[in-house]
């Protein structure tokens, strides 16, 4: 249950991102492909960040531990944009975001600069915000996780039976 309502959380908090990015940049577009606040890739990215971080932290070196969590945050979170771009074109015929106008680009759903700040961003999240999460998550009950994993998986269906 606690990697559902982790996942649902970093849905969020990646959709209201890329949203407030989107909206400093004057872009029209829209985080996500599905129709609600959330952008499952984040969630995705999350957990298995997570995940690593439950390995990566049997090193007892501080400064090692950061490096090597940079590494391999940066590495994964590039590789599931990548992945995840291509499953998004295959369901849905549709680029959630292209890279091929930027610098240091690999195709259109890879980015090295992005790889970069994902690897960053990753490292903020898992090693140091996630303390707070777990406190704020258990304050909510777990069915209420439940109902929005439901209303995320019908918000799915409908997207894909439409498209």
Not at 5 to 13: A, H, N, P, Q
């Amino acid at each position: 249950m606690l990697y559902l309502k982790f996942f649902i959380l970093y849905s969020l908090i990646g959709f209201y991102f890329e949203s407030t990015v989107f909206k400093l940049s004057h872009s029209p577009t829209h985080s996500g492909i599905l129709y609600g606040p959330y952008t499952t890739i984040y969630g995705i990215g999350g957990i298995i960040s997570l995940l690593i971080n439950n390995y990566l932290n049997n090193i007892q070196n501080y400064y090692l531990n950061l490096f090597l969590s940079f590494i391999t945050f940066t590495i994964i979170c590039t590789l599931i944009e990548f992945i995840g771009g291509n499953i998004i074109y295959f369901l849905f015929k549709k680029d959630s975001w292209n890279y091929s106008h930027h610098k240091y680009h690999f195709g259109k759903y890879i980015c090295l600069s992005y790889a970069f700040i994902w690897g960053i961003l990753a490292i903020i999240f898992v090693k140091y915000l996630n303390p707070l999460f777990y406190q704020i998550l258990n304050l909510f009950p777990n069915y209420l996780f439940i109902i929005i994993f439901i209303i995320m998986i019908t918000d799915f269906i409908i997207k894909k039976s439409l498209n």
